[in-house]
C-alpha cells in the first residue's frame, strides 16, 4: 500500500511492510486487467485497511495537523491529477473521465487517483477524534460495522455499482477502512476482547465467501486475512533482522506512476498478461526509487524515501 501515514520512532512491522509490496503489485495486476481479477483486487482492499491501520497504530498517541496531512496527500495527488490531465488532453480524452465537476475532481483524471482524496478524508477524521473517543468504543463500533457491512453486501453491493464514481468506490472501500481503524486499535485492546473480535471478523468473511458476491467475497477475504495474519504474526516473530523499507517506501510513487507504465509496456508485451504488469511494476518501482534520490523535489511527487539511522540499522529502525 501507498505509504500514506506516518510512522513513528518505533519499530515497523516488516510484514506489513512486505503486504505493501504484494498490494501494490495486485493494483498494477488489476488495472493491467491481468488474470484472477478478484485476487488482484484484494490488493485494494489491502491498501484500504493499512492506511487507517498505520494511523491508529503508530500515531493514536499523536494528533496530526491537517495541513500536515494534506502535505503528504494532496500535494502528489495535485501534481498527478495535472500529469494525468495533461495526458488525457494530449490524447484527445476528456480532461475528467466523470463529467459532474466535483465527482470528477474527486474521482481524478485517472481511475485510480480517487483513492487519495478519500483517505486524506479518512485520516482527518480519524486526527479530528483522536483523544475526543475512547480507543476501546472505536474499536468495538468499527469491528460491528465492518462484520454488518459484510453481511449486508448482498444488498448494498449491487446498488452501488449504479452510483456515480467515485462514490461507488467509496461505499465498496467504506467496510476495508473500519476494519483497517480495527486491525490499528487491535494491540491496545484487552487480549480476551481482541481475540473475540478477530473471530467475529474471520467468520464473517468465511460467511460471504460462501455467498460468492462478485467484488467481494475473494477481494475482501484475501485482501482482509493477509493484514490481520501480518499483525497478529508479527506479535509473536517479529522484530527481524531483514528490512524491506527501501521498496516499500517506493510504493506512493508506484501507485501513482503505474498507470504511465502499464501504457508504455503494454504496447510492447501485450495487455492483459503478467509479464506486462511485473516490467511496468519494476520499472515503476525503480523509477521511483532513482528519483527519490537523485532529483530534487521529485518526494513530492513519488513519496519520502525511507532514512536508516546507522547506529540502528540492524534493528531495522529508521527516522
Known amino acids: ?170 461505499a465498496h472501500g467504506a467496510t476495508a477502512v473500519f476494519m483497517g481503524i480495527a486491525l490499528g486499535l487491535y494491540k491496545k485492546m484487552p487480549q480476551r476482547q481482541a481475540f473475540v473480535a478477530r473471530i467475529m471478523i474471520f467468520l464473517t468473511l468465511i460467511y460471504v465467501f460462501l455467498k460468492f458476491i462478485p467484488g467481494i467475497s475473494v477481494s475482501y477475504l484475501v485482501g482482509a486475512a493477509l493484514p490481520i495474519v501480518a499483525v497478529v504474526s508479527w506479535s509473536y516473530w517479529g522484530p527481524v533482522r531483514w528490512s524491506v523499507r527501501a521498496l516499500s517506501a517506493c510504493m506512493l510513487g508506484v501507485y501513482f506512476s503505474h498507470i504511465l507504465f502499464l501504457y508504455v509496456f503494454s504496447r510492447l508485451t501485450g495487455p492483459g498478461n503478467y509479464v506486462t504488469v511485473t516490467l511496468a511494476f519494476v520499472a515503476a518501482a525503480l523509477v521511483t526509487w532513482v528519483a527519490q534520490r537523485f532529483i530534487p523535489y521529485a518526494q513530492l511527487a513519488f513519496g519520502p524515501k525511507v532514512v536508516y539511522a546507522p547506529s540502528r540499522a540492524r534493528s531495522g529502525e529508521y527516522r
Not at 515497523?12 to 486487467?33: S, T
Not at 483523544?131 to 449486508?152: E, N, P, Q, R, S
Open 1 to 170: 500500500m501507498p505509504q500514506v501515514g506516518a510512522i513513528s520512532d518505533k519499530k515497523a512491522n516488516e510484514f506489513i511492510e512486505v503486504l505493501r509490496i504484494i498490494a501494490a503489485f495486485g493494483i498494477v495486476a488489476y488495472h493491467g486487467k491481468a488474470p484472477f481479477h478478484d485476487f488482484t483486487y484484494s490488493g485494494l482492499i489491502i491498501f484500504l485497511i493499512l492506511s487507517p491501520y498505520v494511523d491508529c497504530d503508530y500515531n493514536w498517541g499523536r494528533k496530526r495537523s491537517v495541513l500536515d496531512i494534506a502535505k503528504k496527500l494532496l500535494i502528489p495527488w495535485a501534481l498527478w491529477m495535472i500529469i494525468y490531465g495533461v495526458l488525457n488532453l494530449v490524447m484527445r480524452k476528456p480532461l475528467l473521465p466523470v463529467p459532474n465537476p466535483i465527482a470528477g475532481i474527486l474521482y481524478g483524471t485517472s481511475a485510480h487517483l480517487w483513492f487519495i482524496p478519500a483517505i486524506f478524508a479518512v485520516l482527518v477524521f480519524l486526527n479530528a477524534v483522536k483523544k475526543k473517543i475512547d480507543a476501546g468504543l472505536l474499536f468495538w463500533v468499527c469491528v460491528c460495522l465492518t462484520v454488518v457491512l459484510l453481511l449486508a453486501s448482498p444488498i448494498w453491493r449491487p446498488i452501488s455499482m449504479g452510483w456515480t464514481p467515485p462514490f461507488a468506490q467509496w
